[in-house]
């Protein structure tokens, strides 16, 4: 990039609106998403928030941090506190940046598109990749890898803290290089910041998730209609929050306590005249959380099962196993069999300061419980 204009960068100042008395030392940091329009990282007056690479240096301005108006940092009433080091803004007020800056942004932008892109497939590999690990150590498919033949560790318990790590690390990359292309290349839309939506509709998106589940249900077990889906929740119950998050996760659950309905009450449970017992969903706002509680009667799952089914490639579901029908960029959308749908659905729960706990009932159901946490008080929590 050539020099012919001085690049002057204003300085930042830490929030206004943080001043020292609510500062709490200890206080691990927040990433509150306030109202307003979103803006390009270097649109006029644009306060930024300065972001930090996984290492925790400094990355510049890169990932704009729209955060309402910058004065008061308010969310559901509660004010926000946050220790001063992590939360920096720079105000723009009549500033251009030469050509050379934008042209230097827009190349930047298009090479983190291209390695998102490029990264894709991770999950597929790598799971193809500890597949081949637990070959070589005599672990059956399918069990998980903490598990050994005889249910002892096998050096699983490093393997799944690394893949834990691993994937954490993958989605939060994953989410700046999405918040830095989205601000660059999508019209500013009033209710998104990047690819936050600050009105995130909960009813909606959890609607649209429980429809594609059951999309997906149906198309596997071949039923005309799948079990039925019960949704309470509050039509205007919104927060912010990345929706492809959410959907994910609930998408996920849906398909787990719809294939065990269908099991247990089999195939043609409609045909017989028994049907499906309602699948209910329950959404609730409190004063820190948002909880969706997903319930089904399919039974349930072993206590001593339970630990299991949060290790990566631990899995209940035959002959769908990766290596034999695994094809690039077919990874999205199988009823199950991968063994990754509830420990990565609770990375997804816990990026944004959330958490995802399951409670079955042996015999009876499982009850399965998200926790968002819509103040988004918490920093990435990368392990
Ligand atoms: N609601 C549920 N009721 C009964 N068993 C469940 C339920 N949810 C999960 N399980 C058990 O936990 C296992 C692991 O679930 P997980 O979603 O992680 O993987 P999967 O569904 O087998 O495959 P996929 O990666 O495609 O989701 C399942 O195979 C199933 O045995
Ligand atoms: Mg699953």
Redesign the pocket.
Known sequence: MGHSHDLFLPPSTPNPALSHEQMDADDMGTWAFGGGEANGPYGEGVPYRQAETVDGTPKGAAGSWKNGSGTAVRNGGIRLRAPIERRYYAHTPSHIYPPEVHDYNARFTRALEAIKRRHDPTVATVAQGVLEWQRTRGIKSGSGVGIGEAGATNGGGVVQAWLDRFYMSRIGIRFLIGQHVALNTQQPHKDYVGIICTQANVHDIVQEAIENARYVCEEHYGLLRGPPVQLICPRNLTFAHVPGHLSHIVF??L???L??VVERFGVDAEDRGVGYPPIKVIVVEGGEDITIK?S?E????PRR?VP???TYM????VGQSIDQDYHVGDFQA????????????RLYARYFGGDLR?I?MDGF??D?YIHLNKLSSSCEPLP
């Open positions: 996920e659950l398909k787990n306590s294939r065990a997903i089904d399919g039974g349930g799952i099962a299991l089914v949060w631990y899995t209940t579901m199988p009823m199950a069999g991968f063994g990754y749908g509830l420990p990565l659905s399951l079955s159901g499982t399965v």
